[in-house]
């Protein structure tokens, strides 16, 4: 059973930055397409960026390009998100999600075979 730990999550200031991270286990994270999904209480789960299984290509929600970066670490079968200059509707409990088919595009909850617990980040000052 593959497995998902977030871990990077936090309190900042608008305007900072945070990276966070998500461990796999349990499965081949070579193959696995991977996603970072955000939630807020009261509303669906958003996607905010897709990787492919070697790293390129990437997939960004429009009010992130430029601030946000997802990365992979297929030796350290980890998944990155580095945020910057956030803002506080960037305030969520973000999510990785892994795809057993690979794919970078995939922006639906439902097209994720895997998901972590989730780690919040809040933007206030």
């Known amino acids: 059973q593959v497995q998902l730990v977030e871990s990077g999550g936090g309190l900042v200031q608008p305007g900072g930055s945070l990276r966070l991270s998500c461990v796999a286990s349990g499965g081949t994270f070579s193959s696995f397409g991977m996603g970072w999904f955000r939630q807020v209480p009261g509303k669906e789960r958003e996607f905010v960026a897709g990787i492919s299984r070697r790293g390129t290509p990437t997939n960004y929600r429009d009010s992130v390009k430029g601030r946000f970066t997802i990365s992979r670490d297929n030796t350290r079968n980890t998944v990155y998100l580095q945020m910057n200059n956030l803002q506080p509707e960037d305030t969520a409990v973000y999510y990785c999600?892994?795809?057993?088919?690979?794919?970078?595009?995939?922006?639906?909850?439902?097209?994720?075979?895997?998901w972590g617990q989730g780690t919040q980040v809040t933007v206030s000052s």
């Open positions: 999600g892994a795809d057993q088919e690979g794919a970078w595009y995939k922006a639906r909850e439902y097209e994720y075979d895997y």
